[in-house]
């Protein structure tokens, strides 16, 4: 999943990217989406190296964080007519599915650890 993850975050932190570049207002806007847009795939590539179960999860978890703030951001730059809903439905598509597949990934491993934790609970 993570793999999967990784391309996905990366594709849409160049989406954002890009679509930044036509925005001729806002500037302080447009720094905030690309900022919490490219921290998304670098929380999960960070995630990929951790170094336990915990630090993955926290990396993990703050990459559905930055997910949640790059919708913000989206939705705020068509509030102030720096962006067309037409140019961020895909971008907002493309946030939802790599939110969805964090989530997944977050409670397979949460699911792990309380299996984990039960066994060794017990004995």
Avoid: H
Avoid at 36 to 65: C, H, P, V, W
Avoid at 83 to 101: H, M, N, V
Wanted: overall charge positive; charged content about 25%.
């Amino acid at each position: 999943m993570e793999d999967i993850l990784a391309k996905l975050s990366f594709e849409f932190a160049t989406s954002v990217v890009l679509t930044c570049d036509e925005v001729k207002n806002r500037p302080v806007l447009k720094t905030q989406l690309i900022k919490s847009a490219t921290s998304i795939g670098a929380n999960i590539r960070e995630a990929n190296y951790g170094y336990s179960d915990a630090d993955f999860l926290s990396k993990m978890q703050i990459a559905l964080k930055e997910s949640y703030e790059s919708e913000y951001w989206l939705k705020l730059l068509v509030s102030t007519m720096a962006l067309t809903q037409e140019c961020i439905a895909p971008l907002l598509k493309q946030c939802g599915s790599i939110r969805f597949k964090l989530i997944q990934s977050i409670k397979t491993v949460k699911a792990r650890l309380d299996t984990y934790d039960n066994i060794y609970k017990r004995r």
